[in-house]
């Protein structure tokens, strides 16, 4: 099983990718690099500031300036991560040489896929959550097509659709691409047009860009690897983001930018000539 996926979940994937989201499965699962005893050592090696901290018991919709750290360290939280009540990530493990062998492994076992729809995987980067039971991961959006692996324990993703401004309004992007936080308004009309996928170790779902999701885990700690590439595409749709939020501040309602196979290209051009001209205006 080249990477953790097989031929069948190739298959699998070939069928969903880039738009769709859905379940595959995978061979990672019990792999002793996710341990916890592992972990604590990866997280001993890492930087600080790639590990985040949350309290597990959050609302699915909440204002990230109302996220609690737990108050415990990093190698307390993750050894007690059965009865503290919290939810971790590291980030970035891709930073580690064992960790990156493993992401690109299985990015690499995805290649035949991703190659001939969205070209290069650009910016592999890799994430290990790590959860209490009941912990939620609030309501959120990424610019990545990311796989979440489950290795230990589960948990229910639930997905929205990802062209759906009625979810997550063309503003919301926008102030996303400007640097605003990943949190995203929640209410309870959005319900009903989400999608749970429920998550056992051995399985993983994909998650197209930009996607909402918010994650409940189960009743025992979980553990799950997500790998995560951005395409040309993707970045030509934050470009276009980018490009509304300077209309709509002039005064104007821009269209939102088309879902993958559109290119977008006219906005990203734009955006990135308006970024250089700026650059250059700064030196100047």
């Not at 069948?8 to 792999?31: D, I, N, T």
């Not at 930073?95 to 290649?111: F, I, S």
């Not at 030509?236 to 501040?249: I, K, T, W």
């Amino acid at each position: 099983m080249s990477g953790g996926f097989d031929a069948s979940a190739l298959a699998a994937f070939g069928a969903l990718y880039p738009e769709v989201p859905g379940v595959l499965r995978h061979g990672l699962a019990g792999h002793p690099a996710f341990e916890l005893d592992a972990l604590v050592r990866l997280a001993q090696r890492m930087r600080p500031e790639d590990v985040e901290q949350n309290v597990g018991a959050l609302p699915i919709g909440i204002d990230p300036a109302e996220v609690r750290h737990n108050g415990l360290s990093i190698v307390d939280t993750i050894r007690s991560i059965e009865e503290c009540g919290a939810w971790m990530v590291l980030k970035f493990v891709e930073q580690d040489a064992e960790y990156r062998a493993l992401m690109d492994a299985a990015l690499d076992a995805l290649m035949p896929v991703v190659r001939p729809a969205t070209g290069a995987m650009l910016k592999r980067e890799a994430f290990i959550f790590i959860s209490s039971p009941g912990a939620v991961t609030p309501f959120h959006f990424d610019p990545e097509h990311n796989i979440l692996l489950q290795m230990r324990g589960h948990k229910v993703m639930t997905l929205f659709p990802a062209d759906d401004e009625s979810v997550a309004s063309g503003p919301v992007h926008e102030a996303f691409h400007m640097g605003g936080h990943r949190n995203l308004p929640y209410a309870a009309e959005h319900a009903a047009k989400g999608r749970p996928f429920a998550l056992a170790p051995g399985e993983a779902v994909y998650v197209p860009v930009k996607a909402p999701h918010w994650v409940k885990n189960g009743a025992a700690p979980s553990i799950s690897f997500s790998i995560t590439w951005r395409s040309a595409w993707s970045y030509r749709e934050a470009d276009a983001r980018g490009l509304n939020a300077l209309l709509r501040r002039a005064g104007l309602t821009p269209a939102a930018p088309k879902r993958y196979p559109a290119r977008n290209g006219v906005k990203s051009i734009a955006y990135r000539a308006w970024g250089r001209a700026r650059r250059m205006a700064r030196r100047g």
